[in-house]
């Protein structure tokens, strides 16, 4: 089992910038590849950026290409994401997801593991 907790959602004007952050409790978090997802109101989850255990690789969704990025700190048991030049499209409820490092999909075409309870990012025109 893998806890996961979201944190530093809220309330931005576009063009800002927020930094969520997850944190995991349990096995072990290097045992995981960790992605995010987010889902709009009124629309399906869509894949956002994922990052292999190590760190080492890291993918993005187009839409969030060279405004997003994603890190881990396998010591901390902890993965961010930093997003910037944010814009109302991106107003949705994020969610971090722990996917076994063995079965992982980095573009998130198969989600599977473990979620967190979601964090509200609302981004205002």
């Known amino acids: 089992q893998v806890q996961l907790v979201e944190s530093g959602g809220g309330l931005v004007q576009a063009g800002g910038s927020l930094r969520l952050s997850c944190a995991a409790s349990?096995?072990?978090?290097?045992?995981?590849?960790m992605l995010w997802y987010r889902q709009a109101p009124g629309k399906e989850r869509e894949f956002v950026a994922s990052?292999?255990?190590?760190?080492?690789?890291?993918y993005y969704a187009d839409s969030v290409k060279g405004r997003f990025t994603t890190s881990r700190d396998n010591a901390e048991n902890t993965v961010y994401l930093q997003m910037n030049s944010l814009t109302p499209e991106d107003t949705a409820v994020y969610y971090c997801?722990?996917?076994?490092?063995?079965?992982?999909?980095?573009?998130?075409?198969?989600?599977?593991?473990?979620w967190g309870q979601g964090t509200q990012v609302t981004v205002s025109s």
């Open positions: 349990g096995r072990a978090f290097s045992s995981y590849a």
């Open positions: 990052i292999s255990w190590s760190g080492g690789s890291t």
């Open positions: 997801n722990a996917a076994p490092r063995t079965i992982a999909t980095m573009d998130g075409s198969r989600p599977i593991g473990y």
